[in-house]
Protein backbone atom coordinates (compact mmCIF):
# COMPACT_ATOMS: atom_id res chain seq x y z
CA UNK A 1 0.00 0.00 0.00
CA UNK A 2 1.39 3.44 -0.96
CA UNK A 3 1.23 6.29 1.67
CA UNK A 4 -1.94 7.75 2.29
CA UNK A 5 -3.00 11.39 3.42
CA UNK A 6 -3.44 10.07 7.57
CA UNK A 7 0.42 8.86 6.91
CA UNK A 8 1.40 12.52 5.59
CA UNK A 9 -0.52 13.81 7.99
CA UNK A 10 0.88 12.17 10.75
CA UNK A 11 4.51 12.67 9.48
CA UNK A 12 3.86 16.66 8.61
CA UNK A 13 2.05 16.83 12.34
CA UNK A 14 4.93 15.13 14.06
CA UNK A 15 7.53 17.13 13.06
CA UNK A 16 5.83 20.19 13.71
CA UNK A 17 5.22 19.54 16.99
CA UNK A 18 8.54 18.24 17.76
CA UNK A 19 10.31 21.41 16.09
CA UNK A 20 7.98 23.71 17.36
CA UNK A 21 8.30 22.50 21.08
CA UNK A 22 11.84 22.08 21.02
CA UNK A 23 12.11 25.96 18.56
CA UNK A 24 9.56 28.42 21.15
CA UNK A 25 10.37 26.02 24.43
CA UNK A 26 14.23 25.47 24.43
CA UNK A 27 12.93 21.92 25.58
CA UNK A 28 16.16 20.63 25.43
CA UNK A 29 19.24 20.13 27.31
CA UNK A 30 22.96 19.79 25.79
CA UNK A 31 24.88 17.07 27.64
CA UNK A 32 28.34 15.07 27.40
CA UNK A 33 28.27 11.45 28.13
CA UNK A 34 31.13 8.90 28.03
CA UNK A 35 28.74 5.68 26.08
CA UNK A 36 28.72 2.43 27.86
CA UNK A 37 28.74 -0.44 25.93
CA UNK A 38 25.30 -2.49 25.81
CA UNK A 39 24.45 -5.59 23.98
CA UNK A 40 21.25 -5.75 21.00
CA UNK A 41 20.45 -8.79 19.44
CA UNK A 42 18.23 -6.61 16.91
CA UNK A 43 21.52 -5.47 15.39
CA UNK A 44 23.19 -7.26 12.73
CA UNK A 45 26.50 -9.57 13.44
CA UNK A 46 29.53 -6.93 14.11
CA UNK A 47 27.77 -4.01 15.04
CA UNK A 48 28.18 -2.61 18.80
CA UNK A 49 25.45 -0.06 20.59
CA UNK A 50 27.14 2.24 23.00
CA UNK A 51 24.40 3.91 24.86
CA UNK A 52 24.19 7.23 26.78
CA UNK A 53 21.58 7.74 30.04
CA UNK A 54 19.06 9.47 28.10
CA UNK A 55 16.60 8.92 25.37
CA UNK A 56 15.63 10.65 22.40
CA UNK A 57 18.51 12.84 20.98
CA UNK A 58 17.18 15.85 19.03
CA UNK A 59 18.33 15.23 15.60
CA UNK A 60 17.28 18.34 14.04
CA UNK A 61 19.75 21.45 13.16
CA UNK A 62 17.53 24.29 12.87
CA UNK A 63 16.66 24.32 16.40
CA UNK A 64 19.17 27.34 18.13
CA UNK A 65 21.34 26.22 20.20
CA UNK A 66 21.11 22.39 20.56
CA UNK A 67 24.05 20.31 19.92
CA UNK A 68 23.36 18.09 17.24
CA UNK A 69 26.07 15.34 16.43
CA UNK A 70 27.51 14.88 13.39
CA UNK A 71 30.88 12.90 14.61
CA UNK A 72 31.85 10.80 16.74
CA UNK A 73 35.12 10.79 19.77
CA UNK A 74 36.12 7.09 19.16
CA UNK A 75 39.62 6.53 21.68
CA UNK A 76 40.39 9.90 20.70
CA UNK A 77 39.79 10.39 17.46
CA UNK A 78 36.65 12.19 15.62
CA UNK A 79 35.14 10.09 13.43
CA UNK A 80 32.44 11.56 10.97
CA UNK A 81 29.13 9.11 10.39
CA UNK A 82 28.60 6.47 7.93
CA UNK A 83 26.43 8.63 5.77
CA UNK A 84 26.11 9.58 1.99
CA UNK A 85 26.80 8.40 -1.60
CA UNK A 86 29.62 7.38 -3.87
CA UNK A 87 29.68 9.99 -6.70
CA UNK A 88 31.04 7.79 -8.76
CA UNK A 89 28.14 5.58 -9.26
CA UNK A 90 25.76 8.23 -10.12
CA UNK A 91 24.86 10.14 -13.65
CA UNK A 92 27.29 13.40 -14.30
CA UNK A 93 24.86 16.53 -14.02
CA UNK A 94 23.45 17.31 -17.54
CA UNK A 95 23.38 21.65 -17.92
CA UNK A 96 20.76 21.27 -20.65
CA UNK A 97 18.08 18.99 -18.39
CA UNK A 98 15.36 19.65 -15.95
CA UNK A 99 15.22 17.56 -12.88
CA UNK A 100 12.77 16.39 -10.59
CA UNK A 101 12.68 16.24 -6.21
CA UNK A 102 15.07 13.57 -5.62
CA UNK A 103 17.12 13.30 -8.42
CA UNK A 104 20.68 12.39 -8.00
CA UNK A 105 23.48 13.23 -10.08
CA UNK A 106 27.82 13.60 -9.86
CA UNK A 107 29.04 17.07 -10.26
CA UNK A 108 32.72 18.17 -9.59
CA UNK A 109 33.40 15.05 -7.83
CA UNK A 110 30.68 15.29 -5.26
CA UNK A 111 26.89 13.72 -5.43
CA UNK A 112 24.09 15.71 -4.93
CA UNK A 113 20.44 15.70 -4.54
CA UNK A 114 17.60 18.11 -5.63
CA UNK A 115 15.47 19.28 -2.84
CA UNK A 116 13.15 21.36 -5.34
CA UNK A 117 12.84 20.74 -8.84
CA UNK A 118 15.15 22.01 -10.72
CA UNK A 119 15.77 24.08 -14.32
CA UNK A 120 18.36 23.64 -16.83
CA UNK A 121 21.68 25.55 -15.79
CA UNK A 122 20.93 25.13 -12.27
CA UNK A 123 24.57 24.09 -11.16
CA UNK A 124 24.02 21.82 -8.16
CA UNK A 125 27.50 23.24 -6.44
CA UNK A 126 25.83 27.16 -7.19
CA UNK A 127 21.90 26.36 -6.41
CA UNK A 128 20.32 25.98 -3.25
CA UNK A 129 17.67 23.57 -4.44
CA UNK A 130 20.47 20.95 -4.72
CA UNK A 131 21.70 19.35 -1.04
CA UNK A 132 25.29 17.50 -1.09
CA UNK A 133 25.40 14.01 -0.44
CA UNK A 134 28.60 13.26 -0.91
CA UNK A 135 29.75 9.98 0.76
CA UNK A 136 31.95 10.72 4.50
CA UNK A 137 35.55 9.30 4.86
CA UNK A 138 33.99 6.32 7.57
CA UNK A 139 31.39 5.69 4.37
CA UNK A 140 33.94 5.33 1.64
CA UNK A 141 36.07 2.89 3.68
CA UNK A 142 33.21 0.74 4.28
CA UNK A 143 32.90 1.43 8.02
CA UNK A 144 29.42 1.73 9.32
CA UNK A 145 28.70 4.55 11.91
CA UNK A 146 25.29 5.64 12.87
CA UNK A 147 23.82 7.79 15.70
CA UNK A 148 20.64 6.64 16.89
CA UNK A 149 18.88 9.91 18.35
CA UNK A 150 16.05 7.87 19.27
CA UNK A 151 17.60 5.66 21.65
CA UNK A 152 19.97 7.89 22.58
CA UNK A 153 23.49 6.20 21.18
CA UNK A 154 25.82 4.78 19.05
CA UNK A 155 25.95 1.92 16.61
CA UNK A 156 29.55 1.09 15.44
CA UNK A 157 31.42 -1.55 13.28
CA UNK A 158 35.00 -0.86 14.24
CA UNK A 159 34.78 0.21 17.74
CA UNK A 160 35.84 -2.29 20.58
CA UNK A 161 33.66 -3.30 23.41
CA UNK A 162 36.13 -1.45 25.57
CA UNK A 163 36.86 1.71 23.47
CA UNK A 164 36.61 5.28 25.29
CA UNK A 165 33.33 6.88 23.01
CA UNK A 166 32.38 10.75 24.24
CA UNK A 167 30.07 12.62 22.07
CA UNK A 168 28.20 16.19 22.68
CA UNK A 169 24.36 15.98 21.94
CA UNK A 170 20.98 17.49 23.25
CA UNK A 171 18.23 15.57 24.73
CA UNK A 172 14.40 16.21 24.44
CA UNK A 173 13.22 17.48 27.97
CA UNK A 174 9.98 15.29 26.35
CA UNK A 175 10.00 12.16 24.27
CA UNK A 176 7.70 12.19 21.23
CA UNK A 177 5.97 8.55 20.29
CA UNK A 178 3.30 8.22 17.94
CA UNK A 179 0.75 5.41 19.21
CA UNK A 180 -2.57 4.13 18.65
CA UNK A 181 -3.40 3.27 22.55
CA UNK A 182 -5.85 5.29 24.28
CA UNK A 183 -5.30 7.56 26.90
CA UNK A 184 -6.82 5.12 29.57
CA UNK A 185 -4.50 2.30 28.17
CA UNK A 186 -1.21 4.95 28.58
CA UNK A 187 -2.25 6.55 31.75
CA UNK A 188 -3.68 3.39 33.82
CA UNK A 189 -2.86 0.13 31.95
CA UNK A 190 0.53 0.93 30.94
CA UNK A 191 3.83 0.57 33.07
CA UNK A 192 6.67 3.69 31.70
CA UNK A 193 9.96 3.76 32.51
CA UNK A 194 11.02 7.48 34.24
CA UNK A 195 14.38 8.70 32.15
CA UNK A 196 14.55 11.18 34.20
CA UNK A 197 15.43 14.58 32.61
CA UNK A 198 16.49 15.77 36.93
CA UNK A 199 17.53 12.62 38.75
CA UNK A 200 19.79 10.59 36.26
CA UNK A 201 22.49 7.67 37.34
CA UNK A 202 25.08 6.64 34.48
CA UNK A 203 23.04 3.56 33.69
CA UNK A 204 21.65 3.47 30.28
CA UNK A 205 17.95 2.32 29.93
CA UNK A 206 17.42 -0.76 27.18
CA UNK A 207 16.67 0.77 24.11
CA UNK A 208 13.03 0.56 21.83
CA UNK A 209 11.13 0.52 24.85
CA UNK A 210 9.08 4.19 25.69
CA UNK A 211 10.10 6.03 28.21
CA UNK A 212 8.83 8.84 30.14
CA UNK A 213 8.63 11.94 30.27
CA UNK A 214 7.06 12.21 26.93
CA UNK A 215 3.84 13.17 24.71
CA UNK A 216 2.37 11.07 23.38
CA UNK A 217 0.14 11.64 19.55
CA UNK A 218 -2.84 9.67 18.22
CA UNK A 219 -4.67 10.71 15.05
CA UNK A 220 -8.28 10.05 16.35
CA UNK A 221 -10.79 11.16 13.85
CA UNK A 222 -11.09 12.55 10.33
CA UNK A 223 -14.33 14.00 8.86
CA UNK A 224 -14.48 15.36 5.05
CA UNK A 225 -16.86 18.01 4.30
CA UNK A 226 -17.81 19.62 0.58
CA UNK A 227 -16.54 22.76 0.68
CA UNK A 228 -16.19 24.18 -3.05
CA UNK A 229 -17.11 22.95 -6.34
CA UNK A 230 -15.08 21.22 -8.44
CA UNK A 231 -15.18 18.29 -5.67
CA UNK A 232 -12.85 20.36 -2.87
CA UNK A 233 -12.75 18.63 0.52
CA UNK A 234 -12.44 20.67 4.15
CA UNK A 235 -10.80 17.61 6.14
CA UNK A 236 -10.81 18.03 9.71
CA UNK A 237 -8.47 15.66 11.88
CA UNK A 238 -8.72 15.51 15.78
CA UNK A 239 -5.33 14.96 17.14
CA UNK A 240 -5.22 13.76 21.08
CA UNK A 241 -1.88 14.80 22.22
CA UNK A 242 -1.37 12.39 25.71
CA UNK A 243 1.92 14.48 28.25
CA UNK A 244 3.12 12.84 30.81
CA UNK A 245 5.78 15.09 32.69
CA UNK A 246 7.92 14.44 35.57
CA UNK A 247 7.06 17.38 37.09
CA UNK A 248 4.11 20.10 37.18
CA UNK A 249 6.73 22.76 36.00
CA UNK A 250 7.43 20.54 32.47
CA UNK A 251 3.46 20.13 32.35
CA UNK A 252 2.58 23.44 32.62
CA UNK A 253 4.97 24.14 29.94
CA UNK A 254 4.14 22.24 27.19
CA UNK A 255 0.70 22.61 27.45
CA UNK A 256 1.01 26.35 27.55
CA UNK A 257 3.54 26.31 24.33
CA UNK A 258 0.68 24.40 22.39
CA UNK A 259 -2.46 25.91 24.03
CA UNK A 260 -0.43 29.32 22.13
CA UNK A 261 -0.14 27.31 18.91
CA UNK A 262 -4.02 28.15 17.87
CA UNK A 263 -4.27 29.13 14.08
CA UNK A 264 -1.09 28.10 13.16
CA UNK A 265 -0.55 26.80 9.82
CA UNK A 266 2.02 24.05 9.44
CA UNK A 267 3.73 22.48 5.95
CA UNK A 268 1.98 19.51 4.58
CA UNK A 269 4.86 17.16 3.83
CA UNK A 270 5.09 13.69 2.13
CA UNK A 271 5.40 10.39 4.43
CA UNK A 272 8.91 9.44 2.78
CA UNK A 273 10.13 13.10 4.54
CA UNK A 274 10.38 11.60 8.03
CA UNK A 275 13.88 11.43 8.18
CA UNK A 276 14.66 8.67 10.55
CA UNK A 277 16.19 5.47 9.12
CA UNK A 278 16.18 2.03 10.20
CA UNK A 279 19.07 2.72 12.92
CA UNK A 280 17.86 5.61 14.61
CA UNK A 281 20.03 8.03 12.39
CA UNK A 282 18.67 11.05 10.32
CA UNK A 283 21.21 12.28 8.11
CA UNK A 284 21.36 16.19 7.67
CA UNK A 285 18.09 16.69 8.51
CA UNK A 286 16.99 20.41 9.15
CA UNK A 287 13.07 20.81 9.30
CA UNK A 288 13.02 24.68 8.29
CA UNK A 289 14.96 23.60 4.50
CA UNK A 290 12.42 21.40 4.00
CA UNK A 291 9.72 23.40 4.79
CA UNK A 292 11.02 26.25 2.80
CA UNK A 293 11.74 23.75 -0.17
CA UNK A 294 8.21 21.64 0.21
CA UNK A 295 6.47 25.59 -0.45
CA UNK A 296 8.34 26.69 -3.06
CA UNK A 297 7.17 23.60 -4.98
CA UNK A 298 3.75 24.40 -3.93
CA UNK A 299 2.74 26.89 -1.39
CA UNK A 300 -0.75 26.18 -0.63
CA UNK A 301 0.89 22.68 0.93
CA UNK A 302 -0.85 23.60 4.55
CA UNK A 303 -2.76 21.79 7.21
CA UNK A 304 -4.55 24.62 9.55
CA UNK A 305 -4.71 24.31 13.44
CA UNK A 306 -8.36 25.85 13.96
CA UNK A 307 -8.65 24.83 17.41
CA UNK A 308 -6.51 23.92 20.53
CA UNK A 309 -8.07 22.54 24.20
CA UNK A 310 -5.37 22.22 26.63
CA UNK A 311 -6.43 19.92 29.95
CA UNK A 312 -4.96 18.31 33.21
CA UNK A 313 -6.34 14.91 34.56
CA UNK A 314 -8.50 15.24 37.60
CA UNK A 315 -6.87 14.32 41.16
CA UNK A 316 -9.27 11.65 41.51
CA UNK A 317 -7.20 9.15 38.59
CA UNK A 318 -4.31 11.10 39.28
CA UNK A 319 -4.55 8.63 42.67
CA UNK A 320 -4.37 5.32 40.56
CA UNK A 321 -0.87 6.16 38.90
CA UNK A 322 2.75 6.75 39.66
CA UNK A 323 2.21 9.91 41.94
CA UNK A 324 5.61 11.49 40.39
CA UNK A 325 3.75 11.45 36.76
CA UNK A 326 1.55 14.98 36.02
CA UNK A 327 -0.73 14.49 33.12
CA UNK A 328 -2.27 16.30 30.82
CA UNK A 329 -3.99 16.30 26.96
CA UNK A 330 -3.44 18.68 24.65
CA UNK A 331 -6.71 18.57 21.47
CA UNK A 332 -6.00 19.38 18.24
CA UNK A 333 -8.73 20.51 15.48
CA UNK A 334 -6.58 20.45 12.05
CA UNK A 335 -7.96 21.70 8.79
CA UNK A 336 -6.68 20.39 5.29
CA UNK A 337 -8.56 21.40 2.17
CA UNK A 338 -7.89 19.08 -0.63
CA UNK A 339 -9.30 17.36 -3.12
CA UNK A 340 -9.25 13.44 -1.98
CA UNK A 341 -11.31 11.72 -5.43
CA UNK A 342 -9.00 13.65 -7.92
Same mark, same amino acid.
Given at each position: ?? !?????? *?????? *????????????? /?????????? +?? $????????????? !?????????????? &?????????????? #????? $????? +?????? #????????????????????? @? *?????????? #???? %????? &????????????????? %? @????????? =??????????? %?????? +????????????????????? %?????????? !?????????????????????????? =?????????????????? =????????? /????? /??????????????????????????????? *??????????????????????? &???? /??????????????
Amino acid at each position: MK !PQFQHE *LTTSFT *LWLENFLLKKGEA /FSNKTSQLVY +TE $DSRLGAGLKAFAS !PYKQWVFDSSIPGA &TIPHTVNIDGVEHQ #KSIGV $DPSTL +TAWDAT #KDYNVKERVEHLGQAWVTAEP @S *LAGEEPSVSD #KWDD %ITWTP &TQEAGQILFIDYNNGRV %I @SSEALETSV =INIDYAVKDLN %IYVTNE +TEENLIVETKFNTNSRFKQDE %IPIPPYSQVL !PAIFINVTTNINDPFSLGGEDKTTTD =IRCVVMAENIFQLDGALS =IFNDAAREP /FAALA /FEDYPINEFGDAPNFNYQDLVKHRLKINPAA *LHYIDRVDVSKLSDRVTRKIDPN &TFVG /FIDFEVSTFRYPRI
